[in-house]
C-alpha cells in the first residue's frame, strides 16, 4: 500500500475473508501469550457516558511480539434497539508501529462481536472439563457468536437452553445453530442455567433479578460476558476460581461501578493460557472476560494481513 493510503474495511468485506473460529482464537491466544511475557501495553479504558444507559471507550495497545499497535474507538447505547440500530457502533484504527501512521479503518462493531466469544473460546480451551450441557441467557448477537464458538471448541455439547424475553429469538438461534442438538426454550434465566455445566450471559441491560446460578453443575463454568448484569454477587462470591481477563482493566472499574460485592479475582487469563495458574478441574470456575483492547488490535492485525493479501477494501488517499 502508497505510503499515504489508509486501507478501509465494512463489515461486508470483513465477512468475505471467511476467517474460522480456529484462526480467530488461535490469535487471540496468542495475545495473551505476548502479555505473559510483558510484552504488551494495554492500558485500562477510559469511558464516556453522552446519554443515560450508554458508553463510548477508548482502547488503544502494543502488542509487542508481533508488533501490531491501535485503537478502538467503540459505543454502546442502549436505547439504540427501539430506534433499530445495533447496540454497538465503533472503529478500529491500526497503526504503523515505525512511524505512527493510520494504515486500516475497520468496522470495530464486526471486530468486537468476533474477538468478545473469541476470548471465550480461548478460555474454553484451557479450563479443564469437557462440557455437555450449555445454558446461554441472553440470544442477541453475542448470545448467538457464543453458541457458535461453544460447539466448535466442545462438539461434545449434547443439550443447550436458553433464555431470552423474546423466545423467538431463542428458536431462531436453534434453528439456525444447534443442529440436531436436544434443546429447550427455557422459562426464565435460573430454568436455563439449571443442571448446565457450561453458563454464558451476555445480556446488554442490567437484569432483575440476577441470578445466583446455585443450579448450575456444581463442576460448572460460568462464562458473564456482560460483566454483573445477570450473574448476582454470590455467583462470583460462591465461585472455586475466579479469573478476570486483565486485573488492571479490572481494578479500574471495581471501585466505581460493578463489582461492589464481589471476591478479589484468583488470577488473570494471560497466567492460565501460559501455563503459569492451573485451573482446578472440580468446583465452579467463574471467567470474567471484560473485553480488552488487546483483544481488538490482535484481531485487526489478523484481518489487515488478510485483506491486504487478498485486496479486499478501499484504500484511500490519507493524509
Known amino acids: 500500500m502508497s505510503e499515504n493510503h489508509l486501507l478501509v474495511l465494512n463489515r461486508a468485506d470483513l465477512d468475505s475473508l471467511g476467517l474460522t473460529w480456529s484462526e480467530i482464537i488461535d490469535v487471540l491466544d496468542d495475545a495473551f501469550r505476548q502479555k505473559a511475557q510483558g510484552l504488551v501495553q494495554n492500558p485500562p479504558k477510559p469511558k464516556v457516558s453522552p446519554r443515560e444507559g450508554s458508553f463510548v471507550h477508548a482502547m488503544p495497545a502494543y502488542l509487542g511480539g508481533s508488533d501490531r499497535v491501535g485503537l478502538k474507538w467503540v459505543a454502546g447505547f442502549e436505547g439504540n434497539s427501539a430506534k433499530g440500530l445495533p447496540y454497538i457502533h465503533g472503529v478500529v484504527i491500526m497503526n504503523d508501529p515505525d512511524t505512527g501512521r493510520p494504515i486500516a479503518l475497520i468496522d470495530g462493531s464486526w471486530i468486537t462481536e468476533m474477538r ?79 443442571g448446565a455445566d457450561l453458563v454464558v450471559t451476555t445480556v446488554n441491560r442490567p437484569m432483575h433479578p440476577t441470578i445466583d446460578c446455585a ?61 503459569e495458574v492451573t485451573v482446578p478441574d472440580r468446583g465452579r470456575r467463574m471467567f470474567l472476560n471484560m473485553g480488552i483492547a488487546m483483544d481488538d488490535v490482535a484481531l485487526g492485525a489478523l484481518v489487515l494481513d488478510r485483506a491486504s493479501a487478498a485486496g479486499v477494501g478501499r484504500s484511500i488517499q490519507f493524509p
Open 116 to 194: 468478545t466469544p473469541g476470548v471465550s473460546g480461548v478460555t474454553l480451551r484451557h479450563v479443564p472439563g469437557d462440557p455437555r450441557h450449555l445454558a446461554i441467557v441472553g440470544c442477541g448477537v453475542q448470545g448467538r457468536r457464543h453458541l457458535e464458538v461453544a460447539l466448535h471448541v466442545h462438539p461434545g455439547i449434547t443439550h443447550v437452553s436458553a433464555y431470552d424475553p423474546d423466545a423467538d429469538t431463542v428458536l431462531r438461534m436453534f434453528a439456525d445453530l444447534a443442529d440436531d442438538r436436544s434443546t429447550r426454550v427455557a422459562a426464565s434465566a435460573e430454568d436455563a442455567v439449571a
Open 215 to 275: 443450579a448450575a453443575d456444581p463442576d460448572a463454568l460460568l462464562l458473564p460476558v456482560d460483566y454483573d448484569d445477570a450473574m448476582a454477587p454470590a455467583a462470583f462470591r460462591d465461585a472455586a476460581f475466579y479469573c478476570v481477563d486483565d486485573i488492571g482493566q479490572y481494578d479500574s472499574v471495581a471501585d466505581r461501578i460493578h463489582f461492589f460485592d464481589v471476591p478479589r479475582p484468583d488470577a488473570q487469563l494471560a497466567d492460565v493460557v501460559a501455563g
